[in-house]
């Protein structure tokens, strides 16, 4: 028997959640609320692919920090690798909005997850 925390393949039905199985916009704005969840899913909306966790680290911090990753720390990287490991990466995954493969080290969105990128490329074209 395997850690269901070592692995997590949490892919949505390919059919929209309606009824009591639908997100609540609480729940929805709440996955939301932290701009290295954005960053997460905007990044891995660009992969086509499973992405190395650190892989995706890397990006997210070039987006929080605004500069070239040359210019990041590597303690700086280090600590959003590690928000988005134990924080960021298991609430999205908790969500269907990706898949969390622990053991692998990779992660990839779900087709909830692509519903979810697509509504946050809409919200940036609203505000800019």
């Not at 269901?4 to 929805?28: I, K, L």
């Not at 609430?91 to 909005?97: C, V, Y």
């Amino acid at each position: 028997m395997t850690d269901s925390r070592s692995e997590q393949t949490n892919a949505p039905s390919a059919e929209p959640r309606s009824g009591a199985d639908a997100p609540s916009p609480d729940a929805f704005y709440d996955v939301l609320a932290d701009r290295r969840r954005r960053y997460a899913v905007e990044s891995l909306g660009e992969c086509r692919t499973p992405v190395p966790v650190a892989d995706l680290a890397d990006d997210v911090a070039t987006r929080d920090y605004a500069a070239p990753l040359s210019d990041i720390s590597a303690e700086e990287r280090e600590r959003v690798l590690i928000s988005l490991h134990h924080r960021h990466l298991p609430k999205l995954a908790d969500r269907g909005i990706v898949v969390y493969a622990r053991e692998r080290g990779e992660i990839s969105l779900t087709a909830e997850g692509e519903r979810v990128r697509a509504f946050l490329d809409d919200v940036t074209d609203v505000l800019l």
